[in-house]
């Protein structure tokens, strides 16, 4: 039961170049996040994924595409980097529906640098 | 802003003493939750507390909830070189918002 992974763990891109960062949990949850955490700031939500086939703006969404490819895996593309998008990215799950509010279980981090 | 407030930035302890970590937020909620996240890694939740709640205890953490003051404190108690990690309070406020705040920098010397 390895919870919720990421890849990569770290990246460089340079401005306007596009990449796909990819998100995966074993634990059967239905809901799935995307947020990014930038130094001095709380985590920020970028986009979220209530359920299999569905997918929703959070917070911080310009910029960023999202796909849920099934109940496991859910992915977040960015389709022209600029500087300000670089970060720390986080994805998570719930078991429980995000209108409930409940425990996140996160996976490690991409850290990206946008030159 | 609409991010929660922990306070203080940074606590710097010996080992088996006791650090409160403090967290304020604007707008009501339904619970808020802590979580730790050590360095280079991911979130780990801690405890979770309703807005119903006032005091909830999980082995040596301890969480307070004043939603008069829309405020809430975590205390780890006989704190451990490996409680250094950086805490978060997370306050839920309905529909998908979940509002993190910048957090707290907790270093427990050995």
């Known amino acids: 039961n390895a919870g919720v992974t990421q890849t990569p763990k770290f990246q460089v891109l340079k401005t306007g170049q596009s990449m796909t960062l990819q998100c995966a949990q074993d634990?059967?949850?239905?809901?799935m996040y995307w947020y990014r955490q930038d130094p001095g700031m709380g985590l920020r939500l970028i986009y979220y994924?209530?359920?299999?086939?569905?997918?929703d703006k959070g917070e911080v969404p310009n910029g960023y595409n999202v796909s849920r490819l099934n109940k496991r895996e859910f992915s977040l593309r960015l389709e022209s980097a600029a500087p300000s998008q670089t970060s720390v990215y986080f994805c998570?799950?719930?078991?429980?529906?995000?209108?409930?509010?409940?425990?996140?279980?996160f996976g490690p981090g991409t850290r990206l640098t946008v030159t | 802003s609409q991010q929660g407030e922990e306070d203080p930035q940074a606590l710097s302890i010996q080992e088996g003493e006791n650090a409160t970590m403090n967290c304020s937020y604007k707008?009501?909620?339904?619970?808020l939750q802590w979580y730790r996240q050590n360095s280079g890694r991911g979130l780990v939740h801690l405890i979770l507390?309703?807005?119903?709640?006032r005091e909830k205890h999980s082995g040596r953490l301890r969480v307070t909830l004043d939603t008069s003051k829309k405020s809430s404190s975590l205390l780890i108690t006989a704190s451990r070189a490996a409680d250094t990690a950086s805490y978060f309070c997370?306050?839920?406020?309905?529909?998908?918002?979940?509002?993190f705040g910048a957090g707290t920098r907790l270093f427990v010397k050995a």
């Open positions: 634990m059967n949850h239905n809901s």
């Open positions: 997370a306050a839920y406020t309905g529909g998908f918002k979940t509002i």
């Open positions: 507390i309703r807005s119903n709640e």
């Open positions: 994924s209530a359920s299999e086939g569905t997918t």
């Open positions: 707008t009501s909620i339904n619970n």
């Open positions: 998570a799950s719930s078991e429980a529906p995000i209108t409930t509010g409940g425990e996140q279980y």
